[in-house]
């Protein structure tokens, strides 16, 4: 399971708090610039894990932030997703298989 957030720059020390904390810190969390997905002047946060894990995020991010919707976020991730795939090929051109 996934959430995606479009966080304000001012909002970092969020993002912080979230990494900091011991149970989140142990998930699968990626930061981007959001004017490269669309999101000028935003952060996007893309956290992966058990549904369980998503009322912790809930209280760290105090109800400051809202996750995309599932339609908006599905787009990102893909997008997020297609830029992964095409680095790992890159770097498999360069070393080799």
Known sequence: MFKIFALNKDQRSLIDKILSDDIMGRQTIVQK??????YNEKIILVVEGQAEIFSRLDSLLENKVKPLSEKD???VYKKIKDEEEAAESGVGFLFGP
């Open 33 to 38: 610039d959001g004017s490269t997905l669309g």
């Open 73 to 75: 976020a599905s787009v």
